[in-house]
């Protein structure tokens, strides 16, 4: 079993939709979760940061964890064409020097 | 934010030659790691740093080698290029206290 599975898509929404990306886990001690964004020929660019379980809200994104099922999601709202991007979930133990481990990333296309 | 700046957007080498990349940042964070990426494989981690002359094995290390001399650049190192090597290069570095990798944009690398 993969330590961390993400769906690669691709997944095609029509502007305006609610985009659910989603990411499942084998370790239970993971702590630390994040999502980056990444362009086309560009390099990943963090979008969200949460500890342990919960919700974060930023703007049209939203994190959510849950750690008792092993699950993270990150939500878009009123999806945008210039969030046609690959993202891509990561997580670690701490936050110190373990490093992270990624999905393979989710290629998204928001059609206008 | 950490700025992080690769040498080299793109790089055309030969096989067999040696071929360094360069990555740069602007403050003193201690961490610093290589990945690669491939379509369908993901993020995949060569090496990482955790200071000046430390060095740690990732998963796919072989037929890399790194250079970490100064606290501010970390060097990969391609002894003897090879087709399968071909791929985006990707530079993070760590900032200190908070385990958040900032990405820079990527080399990428095509080995004839």
């Known amino acids: 079993q993969k330590e961390v599975e993400q769906d690669p898509g691709p997944l095609s929404v029509p502007e305006g939709a609610i985009v659910s990306l989603n990411c499942t886990y084998s370790n239970s001690a993971f702590q630390y979760f994040m999502w980056y964004r990444q362009y086309s020929r560009k390099g990943p660019e963090l979008l969200m940061y949460?500890?342990?379980?919960g919700n974060k809200e930023d703007g049209r994104f939203t994190a959510q964890v849950d750690k008792s099922s092993k699950y993270i999601s990150l939500f878009i709202r009123d999806s945008q064409p210039s969030d046609s991007a690959t993202y891509l979930c990561?997580?670690?133990?701490?936050?110190?020097?373990?490093?992270?481990?990624f999905g393979k990333g989710t290629r998204l296309s928001v059609i206008a | 934010d950490v700025k992080v700046t690769q040498s080299s957007r793109y790089l055309v080498k030969r096989t067999g030659e040696k071929v360094f990349l360069e990555c740069v940042q602007d403050m003193d964070h201690e961490n610093m790691f290589w990945y690669r990426q491939d379509p369908g494989l993901g993020l995949r981690l060569i090496y990482f740093s955790y200071d000046v002359k430390m060095k740690e094995k990732g998963d796919i290390p072989e037929g890399y080698s790194v250079s970490r001399e100064k606290k501010e650049r970390f060097s990969l190192i391609l002894e003897s290029a090879s087709t399968n090597q071909t791929s985006m290069y990707l530079c993070a570095v760590t900032v200190t206290g908070r385990n958040i990798q900032y990405f820079g944009a990527g080399t990428r690398l095509s080995v004839l």
């Open positions: 990561a997580m670690t133990l701490n936050s110190g020097n373990t490093p992270l481990v």
């Open positions: 949460t500890y342990s379980s």
